[in-house]
């Protein structure tokens, strides 16, 4: 059992369900902290994303390694949904120390071959609703709580870590909003002691991304036969260790307003993925394209 770092910590993860939002999840409680895992894909019903994880599964996989861990499905569009969980956290724990946002949603309506002209009006604004508005939401509500103990850490997970452009400009638009999201709420919650930044993984190796190479866990190297690029992917256990070395870190303050990546902080905190192995994506694409991240 992993050493309980963060035991008497209590932690959101806004969108928990599966991915990177799973993968913090789980490292989070491994360590020691009390940890509400959100979402809308539940054993009941499926979000329009029309996956099989739900936030139940996930709390039972914290459980499974030893931590302390609750279901609370939440549409984080929803502001009432959202000020009622809060609410709940104060009432039950009388504290939020780490808020982790991590809503997309956004695959059913990003098309990627299409220009934004091309390219549906209603569901390109609609992804920016679903995946941009929930976290100020969320952090509308979730701001307060921290305020009052004058401590906390908020991550924005997104992709990337600067405002270049990502092969489709409904996308781009939400992954570096939310870059700018975390580089604005920091300067206002500084006088707070809180901290606020952005979060970005590698080349993720989710659920989703196994289905769509059709692949699972144990063969995945089979998938760069389709993409050469994945030889690089990371496990969401990644992103979730890189988060529970910040949380840990008693100087995370310093790193306010900035935007980071697992393989930088995994260079800085020292820790690797699930086999051993430390994928660093700022490596490979210098390597490959010519390009600093």
């Known amino acids: 059992m992993k050493e309980r770092i963060l035991a008497g910590k209590v932690a959101l993860v806004a969108g928990g369900t599966r991915g990177a939002g799973r993968g913090i999840a789980i490292s989070l409680g491994e360590v020691g902290a009390t940890v509400y895992v959100t979402g809308r894909s539940t054993r009941a019903s499926r979000s329009e994303m029309n996956r099989t994880e739900t936030i139940e599964d996930t709390v039972d996989l914290i459980h499974k390694n030893g931590g302390k861990a609750f279901a609370i499905k939440t549409d984080h569009t929803d502001s009432d949904q959202v000020r ?3 609410q709940k956290i104060d009432l039950e724990q009388g504290r939020l120390d780490i808020l982790v946002n991590d809503i997309w949603g956004g695959d059913p309506y990003i098309r990627w071959e299409e220009r934004f002209w091309e390219h549906s009006l209603e569901n390109g604004i609609k992804v920016q609703r679903t995946c941009l508005e929930s976290h100020l939401i969320t952090n509308y509500f979730a701001a307060p709580l921290m305020i009052r ?3 906390g850490l908020i991550l924005e997970i997104t992709d990337g870590i600067d405002y270049r452009y990502r092969g489709n400009l409904y996308y781009t638009l939400i992954k570096s909003s939310i870059i700018n999201l975390s580089r604005c709420i920091s300067e206002e919650l500084k006088p707070y002691g809180i901290t606020a930044l952005s979060l970005t993984p590698g080349f993720l190796r989710s659920e989703a991304m196994l289905d769509h190479f059709g692949v699972g866990e144990e063969n995945w190297r089979d998938a760069t036969k389709k993409d050469p690029h ?3 992917s990371e496990t969401p256990a990644y992103i979730g260790r890189a988060v529970a ?6 100087n995370v303050f310093s790193k306010t307003g900035t935007s980071t990546s697992t393989w ?3 260079e800085e ?3 690797t993925d699930l086999d051993g192995s430390r994928p ?3 490596n490979y694409f210098k390597e490959k394209f010519g390009e600093e991240l």
């Open 280 to 282: 660093h994506w700022g």
């Open 269 to 271: 905190y020292d820790f």
């Open 84 to 86: 009622e969980l809060i």
């Open 245 to 250: 070395a910040l949380a840990a870190d008693k």
């Open 230 to 232: 994945f030889i690089v």
């Open 264 to 266: 930088k902080l995994s």
């Open 149 to 151: 103990n004058r401590s």
